[in-house]
């Protein structure tokens, strides 16, 4: 029997909390996982070298690659050093006002930006060092091109609490105290990544979330090419939900989240909708909003035992077998 094709959508944190149960999963079912990565990010370090060399934003895509390498003791520490973000150097300061160039970097971003710029394809050089992770999957860009992220924000501005207002970047949108109205990516309708595209079309599962919901989980939804494959794709289509509200989202409930993915792409259809009991609180309203969308509400406890609103891998992989399996 052939492995179970899925296809997660998202970027940041969110995504890798996404991959890390995904890989808990495959423990007990034959899993070929593609996460394909939001390319909007225009803070830390990402923003840096996006700025400075223009980049594909590596931050996102390197959490991702980390979440995926395999168990190996070798890999798992070319992981961590990946991960690795460099901190002033001990014990000494800079010479006037200069700040170290390293300070703020983590390496995989570096490693990243590099292969990109020496192999001139961003896709080969996810590839070859997710073959030096040992990755459990591939990591693709939803587009080889960065995109920007603006938002119309209600209260955007402070000064003007009852006006809306034009956020520009993702890191802007994503830490907003006022209400978002809307998003859009700049260009517009960026190309989409091939084999992503190709990943959608023979996918037998597509998941999104969890993450950030404007900045992370939308994005996919408005590059037309991907968008039109997600629509077509014959595969079953999971939504993670949040734990907890983003910055960019407080005020929204679940059946928000859920509304705002049909109003971005009107033509989406989902399966199933995972969610902790917990977070979700009165089920009624979750579960009419993904009726709305033709799915089945599934809850399940997924969040880490010290109750921060994090999602536990053992629990999230073990939530997924029997949903993931359902398409055997």
Known sequence: MSALRVVAFGGGHGLAASLRGLRHAAARLDLDVTAVVTVGDDGGSSGRLRADRGALPPGDLRQALAALAGPEPAAQLTARLLQHRFGPVPGEAPPGDQPDPLTGHAVG?????????????????????????????????????????????????????????????????????????????????????????????????????????????????????????IVASPARRLVNLNLAAEKETLGLSVADHLAALAWYLPQLQVDTVLADGTAVGDPEPATRAAESLGARLTLAPLAVADGSPRHDPVALGAALVPVLGSAR
């Open 109 to 229: 971003n570096l490693v990243l930006c590099g292969l990109m710029e020496l192999l001139g394809d961003p896709v080969a050089a996810l590839d070859h060092l997710g073959g030096l992770l040992g990755a459990t999957g591939r990591v693709l860009p939803m587009s080889c091109e960065p995109v920007s992220i603006d938002a119309d924000v209600l209260g955007g501005d402070p000064r003007r609490p009852t006006e809306v207002v034009t956020i520009s970047g993702q890191h802007a949108v994503a830490v907003t105290r006022g209400r978002v109205e809307s998003v859009r990516l700049l260009p517009k309708a960026p190309a989409a990544c091939r084999p992503a595209v190709a990943a959608v079309q023979a996918a037998d599962w597509l998941i999104f979330g969890p993450g950030s919901w404007y900045t992370s989980v939308i994005p996919h939804l408005l590059v037309p090419e991907l968008a039109a494959a």
